[in-house]
């Protein structure tokens, strides 16, 4: 087992002055139609750091002795934008600010956020703000530069948002309670820690089952078939994941059951699934990065494995077709009739 060590405020700084490390810093950006938050920082606070000079800048600070990074970027988006609400989405990427900072040598951790709703305040930080979109941003008078680089790095974050392994998912506890958050690679690198997902399994009038084919850019599976569903991803709820999940794989909206909650534990993860089931007729559209092809099956001939040239994802799919029987046998039976 891992031993956690808790360390003093004291036995911290003697590291410190024995090693002299970078400070750490946290900048959050902010995607809201293809445009990024930035503030200008309040000449107040310049003043008071040695002159300081004052920029255009995503919002952001130190991290704190007792905050993780993703905790730090939470309250950097509380404290320097209020009124905003985003969901945390993924981890941008690392770089030395050397040079950039008059006060200290640092490294700068970069996370993207996604905009849901609100407009910033003004407040002891920053005192204006603005949307911009890339050009606007390298062209912007006063912008800061070290922000100015990471415009490349940026446009792939967003672009891959939604299916990095850097994705930042709720954590829970072994009672399935949360605690916090974790990114993704972390959550499918160990069964110590545990995350949830929503498992939804969707049946059309006929008694079929719908499943897709996994593309074959998915780290785990490709091209095998498979039920819908995603992981819980900070900022929403189980409920929110399963209908989300449900547009982007299906393209529908139906009303979901929730059947039970199953803790899934594997060699490298651990993750409860809320099982949600429904029923709909189509048509079905998706997104073809996160799915290669939609099928309707026969259930009663996937448990019988009659889908000779087919690979299916049996963890899943046979248990829970077996779990819904009373669901789809029904139906299978009224449209034979």
Do not use: C
């Not at 310049?46 to 004052?54: C, L």
């Not at 959550?187 to 084919?213: C, M, P």
């Amino acid at each position: 087992m891992l031993t956690k060590y808790k360390i003093s405020k004291e036995k911290q700084l003697k590291e410190l002055n024995s090693r002299v490390p970078p400070i750490l810093n946290v900048d959050i950006v902010i995607l809201k139609d293809g445009k990024y938050l930035v503030g200008f920082m309040n000449p107040k606070r310049g003043k008071q750091q040695d002159g300081y000079p004052q920029y255009w800048l995503f919002p952001g600070g130190r991290v704190r002795f007792t905050e993780t990074p993703e905790e730090a970027a939470h309250r950097i988006l509380t404290k320097e934008t209020p009124g905003i609400s985003a969901q945390l989405k993924k981890l941008i990427t690392v770089i030395s600010d050397r040079g950039h900072d008059s006060r200290a040598y640092g490294v700068t951790i970069y996370y993207l956020f996604e905009y849901k709703s609100g407009k910033p305040r003004k407040n002891d930080q920053l005192i204006r703000f603005k949307w911009v979109n890339r050009k606007e941003l390298l062209g912007l008078p006063r912008a800061y530069s070290l922000d100015q680089r990471i415009v490349n790095e940026i446009d792939v974050a967003i672009r891959t948002r939604n299916t990095s392994e850097d994705e930042i998912l709720v954590e829970v506890n072994k009672q399935n309670k949360v605690i916090g958050i974790i990114p993704k690679r972390i959550a499918h690198s160990t069964n110590k820690r545990y995350h949830r997902a929503a498992h939804i399994i969707i049946f059309n009038s006929k008694g079929e089952v719908i499943l897709q084919k996994r593309p074959i850019t998915k780290a785990q599976m490709p091209g095998y078939w498979d039920i819908h569903g995603g992981h819980q991803a900070d900022g929403q709820t189980i409920q929110q994941t399963a209908q989300a999940e449900l547009s982007e794989e299906l393209g529908i909206t139906t009303n979901l059951q929730f059947k039970k909650v199953r803790l899934l534990k594997l060699q490298k993860q651990a993750e409860f699934a809320h099982v949600y089931y429904g029923i709909h007729d189509g048509p079905y559209g998706f997104d073809r990065n996160e799915v290669e092809k939609i099928q309707a099956f026969d259930p009663e001939k996937i448990l019988k494995g009659k889908y000779k040239n087919y690979k299916f994802v049996d963890i899943l799919v046979k248990p829970y077709l077996r779990d819904l029987k009373k669901v789809w046998e029904p139906l299978r039976r009224k449209h034979k009739k």
